[in-house]
């Protein structure tokens, strides 16, 4: 896969989530820690602020 089809786990709040791309529909409010790993690549973290009722979006690059 391309640069921008990279297919890795997805951590939420210490909690594997899935694999991208992933939408998570029932994410509760509040601050939320974000993980992406990939093999051969560095992880990638960042902290994301979901407000109620509204999306928050993610874009990581990984880097090898």
Do not use: C, F, Y
């Not at 694999?19 to 690549?41: C, Q």
Request: charged content about 25%.
């Amino acid at each position: 896969s391309n640069a921008k089809e990279i297919l890795a786990l997805k951590d939420v709040d210490g909690a594997l989530v899935g694999r991208t791309p992933l939408l998570i529909a029932s994410m509760r409010p509040g601050t939320h820690d974000v993980r992406l790993e990939l093999a051969g690549h560095q992880r990638w973290a960042t902290r994301v602020r979901v407000e109620a009722g509204a999306r928050a979006r993610v874009a990581a690059s990984l880097e090898q």
